[in-house]
Structure formats: C-alpha cells, structure tokens
C-alpha cells in the first residue's frame, strides 16, 4: 500500500499527522509542527485553536462545531476523512460581508449556522449633525458597534444578503477564535447607550436589535474609522495575510514611461472592498472564497 506523508521541518507524518520519520532530533524542540499546529508533547494531540487532534486516533477530541453540517461524517472526523486533500485550520472560518446599495456596508460573522455571531459598525444614530446617518454626507458621528446573536443575527444576514444584496467571503486564513476574542473585548469596553440614544437607535434604520445590542466605542470617521475599516481590522487581527490593498492602475503620463509607477491604495470603501474580494475570490488557491450562494441557502434553511 502506497503511503501518502506531509513534510513539515524536515520531518514525515502520516496523512493524519502521526510522526512517520524524524530527520533531526533539534526538531522536538519545535512546538509547530504537523500542518503548522502547536503539539503538546504531554498528551500527543495537536492544538488547532477550537479543539484538539489525536494524530494516532485520527480524530478530533471535542465534537467539530461545525458537526450539524456534516451529519453523514461524524462530529469528531477529521477533514470530513480526507487529509491528504483538505486541511482545517481551526474548524472556524471568519466571513467579511460587503453590499454596495446606496453607501455600502462592510461587516463580519463568525461561528456558523445558530451560532453565528455578527459585528456590526457604524453611525446607527446619525451624524453629529442630527441627521439620519443613511441620508447625509457628514463625515463624523458617534461610532457603534453592534453585536447580533441567535436570530437577530440571522435576520440581519438575511436582510443583508436577500434585500441589500450583500456578498459573503470566507477569510480562510484567519482565526475564527481570535477575531470573536477581539470584537467581544472591543464590545465590552464600549458605553451603554444612554436613553435618549436608545430612542434614537431604535428609529434607526438598523432592523434588529435592541438597544442592548449596541456599545459606543468610539468617534466615526467617514474616510479613517468605518465599517469597512473596522472589519479589516478585526481579520488582521485574525491572523489573514491579506494586505487589503487595491491596485487602481498605473499614473498615467503623456509619455511612453518603461517602468510606470502603480496606483495602490488601502481599502476604505464597502465598494472597494467587494471589488477587492470578489478579485481574490476567483484566483486560484486564493484563502478568500465567495460562500454567498451557500450562506443565502443556510440563512433560509433555518429561518423555516
């Protein structure tokens, strides 16, 4: 029988990462190692961020959050039984949503199915000014955060996804874990509305939610501190590579120049932050994955 191994600092591992050949003995010393996971020498297992894996075994230890999707496999099967193809980064994936209707919105889910989380920000109680937030070009307001759980976050995601037509990305190199762990601390740390605001919030055009459901955290900035600019954020802190900036082109110039200078800028805009993602969605081994079409079929499925 034909033996399929991955290399990881020299040393072998069988498919489900049981240690096959061991090159270098300085390689113990190294806490990475099987698909760059952190291994616990005292237990054996392998530490993937939302559970563990037993190598020898060939499961997870802990049920997959992600088991009620994949029913006919099992809640503790390790990449759906199929190593040598797939890996699982930590069993959760972060999804960066992005509509263009009017102004745009950008934000972030993570969890999946009934656990799915949404963080949300913006001016949800207009600008400075007093006006509404969706029909005014103020530039400043307070910042908000909303977080949505259960399903208030489902039917965001709906209103999101059927009547603004946003479009869901999976950040396939981000950690799930982290990112809940920065947005709930940012939550935390943000100031209860004050009554006068909850009766402000709650004639926004925001669809659901109480004002429980929001926190101020801070000054909103129409070019420097926004929904798109929140979210970018968060996955970065997720661990993604993305840089999430666009190329605009080259400068043009009245002459033939052999080297002409690129036009690259950062993203602040939920329209170029589609542009930028539905980019990256059709490359090939790209870590950002369009999942509109399943997300959409997922929402509808459990809000029946």
């Known amino acids: 029988m034909m033996l399929t191994y991955h290399t990881v600092n020299s040393d072998a591992y069988l498919p489900y990462g049981e240690l096959l050949v061991d090159e270098h003995s300085s390689s113990e010393d190294l806490p990475y190692k099987f698909n760059g996971k952190q291994f616990d020498e005292e237990t054996g297992l392998y530490y993937y961020g939302a559970r563990y894996l037993n190598p020898m075994a060939s499961i997870w230890y802990g049920v997959d959050p992600l088991a009620e999707k994949y029913v006919t496999t099992g809640g503790y099967a390790y990449t759906l039984d199929n190593p040598v193809r797939l890996i699982d980064l930590d069993g959760r994936r972060p999804k960066l949503y992005a509509e263009t209707h009017g102004f745009g919105h950008t934000f972030i889910t993570v969890g999946e199915g009934k656990n799915t989380i949404v963080y949300t920000y913006g001016?949800?109680?207009g600008g400075d000014k007093g006006k509404s937030s969706s029909g005014s070009s103020d530039p400043s307001g307070k910042g908000v955060l909303i977080r949505y759980t259960g399903k208030d976050a489902l039917r965001y995601l709906k209103y999101e996804l059927s009547d603004q037509g946003a479009q869901a990305y999976e950040i396939q190199d981000a950690s799930d874990k982290k990112i809940q762990k920065y947005m709930d601390d940012v939550f935390s740390k943000g100031r209860l509305l004050t009554r006068a605001e909850s009766v402000k919030y709650e004639k926004s055009p925001?669809?659901?939610?109480?004002?429980?459901?929001a926190r101020v955290i801070d000054k909103y900035s129409l070019l420097s501190n926004n929904c798109t600019t929140k979210s970018v954020?968060?996955?970065?802190?997720?661990?993604?590579?993305?840089?999430?900036?666009?190329?605009?082109g080259t400068v043009p110039t009245p002459v033939y120049v052999p080297n002409p200078t690129q036009m690259k800028s950062k993203i602040y805009a939920p329209s170029d932050m589609s542009n930028y993602l539905n980019v990256l969605s059709k490359r090939p081994y790209s870590v950002v994955k369009n999942v509109t079409l399943q997300m959409n079929r997922e929402i509808n499925k459990l809000l029946k």
């Open 233 to 248: 954020t968060a996955v970065q802190i997720g661990g993604t590579k993305l840089d999430f900036i666009e190329d605009r």
């Open 206 to 213: 925001h669809e659901y939610g109480l004002p429980s459901n």
């Open 123 to 125: 001016r949800y109680m």
